[in-house]
């Protein structure tokens, strides 16, 4: 399976973007998917998670500003951010839960105070 992450960019606090995660090779809709995110000097860690059947979890830091969703006939995952903060600037990849594949490049999102 291969994924690729983009919508990533430079925005300033309060903005909001949308990511995508395109997968190909096997359609993850039987898999329990998230997004997770690197900061600079941090480990990588999961901010949203979303079930087969639809069912978000969300890590603390990101409830009530970030969305997760998914579009099984496209294979596709995304996360809306929306009141973006600095400290939300990280490279942000997908993966189903385990981390099963290959992380990929991911993409850097910045948000300047």
């Known amino acids: 399976v291969q994924l690729q992450a983009s919508g990533g960019g430079l925005v300033q606090a309060g903005d909001s973007l949308r990511l995508s995660c395109a997968a190909s090779?096997?359609?993850?809709?039987?898999?329990?998917v998230g997004w997770f995110r690197q900061a600079p000097g941090k480990q990588r860690a999961m901010v949203a998670a979303i079930t087969d059947n639809g069912r978000p979890t969300y890590a603390d830091s990101v409830k009530g500003r970030f969305t997760i969703s998914r579009d099984n006939a496209v294979n596709t995952l995304y996360l809306q951010m929306n009141s973006l903060r600095p400290e939300d600037t990280a490279v942000y990849y997908c993966n189903d839960v385990r981390g099963s594949y290959s992380w990929g490049r991911g993409t850097l999102v910045t948000v300047s105070s």
């Open positions: 090779g096997r359609t993850l809709s039987s898999y329990t």
